[in-house]
């Protein structure tokens, strides 16, 4: 499986951006998705986790109210949509997948993509 993710770029403070990431060599429908970050110096951060069939989302609890996971199986696209964005969301951002789909708490994923840089400026 690849995954492939996009839309990052530079937005000002309180924009937002829809980053996605398209998998390929594999159907979506075999993996819970996930998204996290890396800001510039600091480790990898999870963001938010969503089930096979989209019904069920994990957030980080700091994250929650500004950032929305998604899905759309018949495009094999994830999506996280982010709002209101501070300079502390500057990161390089990354999808993953895995094929352990009973769970949304493990945050062990076996395949990532080489992530997008979120600048976000004042």
């Known amino acids: 499986v690849q995954l492939q993710a996009s839309g990052g770029g530079l937005v000002q403070t309180g924009g937002s951006l829809r980053l996605s990431c398209v998998v390929s060599e594999g159907a979506l429908t075999n993996y819970r998705m996930a998204w996290f970050r890396q800001p510039p110096g600091k480790v990898r951060e999870f963001i938010a986790a969503?089930?096979?069939?989209?019904?069920?989302?994990r957030y980080s609890r700091s994250l929650k109210d500004r950032f929305t996971i998604s899905r759309d199986n018949a495009k094999n696209t994830a999506y996280l949509q982010m709002n209101s964005l501070k300079s502390d969301d500057s990161a390089v951002y990354f999808c993953a997948a895995d094929e352990n789909v009973h769970t949304l708490v493990n945050y062990d994923y076996a395949h990532w993509g080489q992530g997008t840089l979120v600048t976000v400026s004042s």
């Open positions: 969503i089930s096979v069939d989209g019904t069920t989302t």
